[in-house]
């Protein structure tokens, strides 16, 4: 019986150290993007742009609140509408977490012919948060597929290293005709990495880009 004791107590005292390591500074993990939904392009929209908008998650992964970051009216309330649908996954495990999503409303531009993209820098935001959330620092537009008629929505779930750099891209929600033109712009982008406690740390950022019909034309 006192041998039972012992190994219970001891087990015990394991899994204490186990939850305090993981409450006070264990593994860390990022919340990440699982399933997503067409952004519609506002019909009455005249121009692309790019919206980033920060989704604020609750320890279980609930969207608490979606919080405007880069605003391009009125093409930011299709993005936050699409958004109040889609699935993430929790990050640290009962620990409130955020997420950047940057939708890229694309110009109808196939084979290249398009606008120049607009300067992107550092946007207001995290200041001395616990976790601040990866940020893109310069942008593209992706071009659209010469002689094909297909539109719609690319979501890319996008791995961002501590370094800033872009790890790896997974679609979370693709268009077969678009996807590739949509990977080959993000992997040229510029990330800032992800903070926490002042540490760089490798994270998730959503990229989708909204490819306008051809019926459209030149936006």
Request: hydrophobic content about 45%.
């Given at each position: ?36 939904s067409e952004i519609s392009y506002p019909a009455n929209a005249n121009s ?172």
């Open positions: 019986m006192k041998r039972l004791l012992s190994v219970m107590g001891a087990l015990a005292l394991a899994m204490s150290g186990t939850a305090a390591k993981a409450q006070n500074g264990g593994k860390f993990v990022p919340p990440k993007l699982v399933s997503a692309p742009g790019f919206v980033t908008l920060q989704v604020n998650l609750d320890g279980n992964a609930n969207i608490q609140n979606i919080q405007v970051v880069r605003d391009v009216p009125p093409l930011t309330s299709a993005a936050q509408t699409a958004e109040q649908g889609w699935s993430f996954t929790a990050g640290t495990s009962g620990v409130p977490s955020s997420i950047q999503v940057t939708a890229v409303f694309n110009p109808f531009n196939p084979a290249g012919v398009g606008l120049p993209s607009p300067g992107l820098g550092p946007v207001a935001g995290g200041g001395s948060a616990p976790y601040i959330p990866a940020q893109v620092m310069s942008a593209s537009y992706a071009t659209y597929p010469p002689n094909t008629t297909a539109f719609g929505t690319v979501v890319l779930d996008v791995r961002i290293g501590s370094g800033g750099d872009v790890k790896r891209v997974n679609v979370v929600h693709g268009v077969a005709a678009l996807t590739g033109s949509a990977i080959t712009a993000v992997k040229t982008w510029g990330f800032s990495p992800a903070k926490r406690n002042g540490k760089a740390v490798d994270s998730h950022t959503v990229v989708a880009f909204v490819f306008p019909s051809p019926a459209l034309g030149s936006q």
